[in-house]
Every structure is written in C-alpha cells, then in structure tokens.
C-alpha cells in the first residue's frame, strides 16, 4: 500500500478549506479557515497558513483548486471575480513558499476530477461535471483523462449561451443568455425575489418548492429547463456516460433536474439522451479539496513521467 500523502486546497470565496488526502482520496486531517479577501497579500497569507497546519515531512506535493480560468503553461490565474488573485503567477509562488510540487486547477474541474477518482463517477471514462453554486461551473473528463482546452482555461461550461441576446451574465463575462445568468444559485435568487420579494433566496425557493408551493415550483421548472437545454447540447456534443451536477444549489434536486432531463432529451439528437445519466454529486462541500488533492497527485505522476 502507498504511504503517499498530498494536501489538496479548496480556496473558496468566502473559506478555505484544506486537507491532507491519500492516494485514494481519502481525508485523513482537515483545516478550514475564513478565506481572507481584503488584499491579495492577507489571502496568501491565509494559504499559508491553512498549509503550514497541514504540513509535514512525508507531504510530496499540493494542489489547489482555485475559482478562477488558469493558464497551466504559467500557471498564472487568468480571471477571477470573487478573490484577489488575478494576474498572479499562483503556482510559482506556491513552489517557492513550499519547495514542494504544486499543481493549480480551477475549483470546478477539480470537482470532476474528484467525483470521477472516487465519488458518483468512479469507473466512467467520460463525463461532464456542473457545479451550481453562486456561478456555474463546468468540468470534463473525457477518454479517461481531465480535459482543460488549450492552455487551461477551457471547460468553462457555465458560460455556453442558451439563449442568444438573453440577459447579461455575471461577474467579468461580457457575454448573454449563458447558463450561469439563467440556472445559478444567484440566477435562483433574482428570479426569486422578483416573484417573492427580497427575503426570498435560492435556498427558500427551494424550500418552497419542496412544500408544493406553485409558484416555487414553476420557477424551479424554468430554471431546470434552460438547465437540460445545456445538457441537450452537452450530450450532442460529448456523449458522456454521466452528467453529475454538484454546488450549493444541487439541493434543489429533482425539482430542477427532472425538468432538465425532459428538456435535455427534447434537444438530443435520436437515442442519445438514453445514454446520459444525469445525477447528483455525491462528495459534497469536500469535493473541492479532495480534487486538488488529486491534482497534486496528478503533478507527481507528470513529474516521474519527464524524469
Ligand atoms: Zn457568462
């Protein structure tokens, strides 16, 4: 049996969570500390500090998974919108703090890559990961292997355009109609105000849904729909054998995915959708860090191969 051990570090927006993760994915130790976002300087400083905690000789690598797009040829961090981040060479710092090997991915792909080495994914060669949460995350795995587009960057499913000229999409993204503006936690909580009043978030709107509140539930519907018009697409597209769906807003369950794989079938080509099994991730919050876990491992495994 492998004695190897990583630390894998979910940088979230408003916490850190970091832990030290075996070779089959288990955490054996766990840190979690507010992330503190004030000043590139202090949010560093917290990494730090949540590594130091985790720190020890028999450590071979960290990974990170960061809610940003990355360049994995710098290893620099490319767009952010909730964290300090953007336009530091994140992985060389790290290196240099560590001395370790680090590895860097965005938060949504090492969710894929965790629930596909050991959670609701396991033993599937091609997959598609979505995360709902207050955006929309996308991840792929495809033949075997994480697949991040040309330079790292890609996979970025949360912004492929559902409906052209549509609303604006959030944060940095110039773009309309995508997915993230129509199905996200926020997404949830707009349209839920607008209907309910401000006291009503994404969380309460599924609340009511799930007591059979009417207007809940058609609100859920829509957004379950232009869901499943992203998995229609992603099935053509991909063929996956599993769409797992994770985030925050994955509680919402059924009442948004049953109408997404009605309006997923209706937008596959013929015998396709059967192929595609929609399901709930199964990691939870620790997803995350479990990911960057694997990632790290993944940074040793390129590392041997060059040797
Ligand atoms: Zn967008």
Same mark, same amino acid.
């Given at each position: 049996m492998s004695t190897s051990k990583v630390i894998g570090v979910d940088v979230g927006g408003t916490k850190i969570l970091a832990g030290v993760i075996d070779?089959?994915?288990? /955490?054996l130790e766990r840190v979690l500390i507010p992330s503190p976002t004030d000043s590139t300087e202090a949010l560093l400083d917290g990494l730090d500090q949540a590594v130091t905690k985790l720190?020890?000789?028999?450590?071979?690598a960290i990974g990170f998974g960061i809610p940003s797009s990355i360049d994995q040829r710098s290893g620099m961090v490319l767009g952010t919108v909730?964290?300090?981040?953007?336009?530091?060479c994140f992985r060389q710092r790290m290196r240099d703090r560590f001395e370790l090997p680090v590895g860097i991915d965005n938060d949504a792909n090492v969710a894929a890559i965790a629930e596909w080495k050991a959670g /609701?994914?396991?033993?599937?060669?091609d997959l598609v990961m979505i995360t709902l949460g207050t955006g929309v995350g996308g991840g792929l795995i495809l033949g075997g292997k994480p697949y991040r587009g040309s330079v790292g960057a890609?996979?970025?499913?949360?912004?492929?355009?559902?409906?052209?000229? *549509?609303v604006p999409c959030y944060g940095n993204c110039p773009g309309h109609g995508h997915l993230e503006a129509l199905a996200s936690g926020h997404a949830a909580t707009l349209a839920a105000r607008e209907q309910? *009043?401000?006291? /009503?978030d994404a969380r309460e709107l599924v609340k009511r849904g799930e007591a059979g509140d009417e207007a809940a539930l058609a609100l859920l519907h829509k957004i379950g729909e232009s869901l499943g018009a992203a998995f229609g697409s992603l099935v053509n597209i991909f063929n996956p054998e599993l769409i797992v769906v994770g985030g925050g807003?994955?509680?919402?369950g059924e009442l948004i995915l049953a109408p997404a794989r009605e309006r997923m079938a209706l937008e596959?080509?013929?015998?396709?959708?059967?192929l595609t099994r929609v399901v709930v991730a199964e990691l939870g919050p620790d997803a995350g860090m479990i990911g960057a876990g694997f990632v790290a491992y993944e940074t040793l495994e390129n590392a041997a191969a060059t040797l």
């Open positions: 070779p089959e994915g288990k /955490v720190l020890s000789p028999e450590i071979e909730n964290l300090p981040l953007q336009g530091l /609701v994914a396991r033993g599937a060669n890609g996979a970025e499913l949360g912004h492929m355009v559902i409906r052209q000229d *549509g309910f *009043g401000p006291e /009503v807003f994955a509680a919402a596959s080509l013929p015998n396709m959708a059967e």
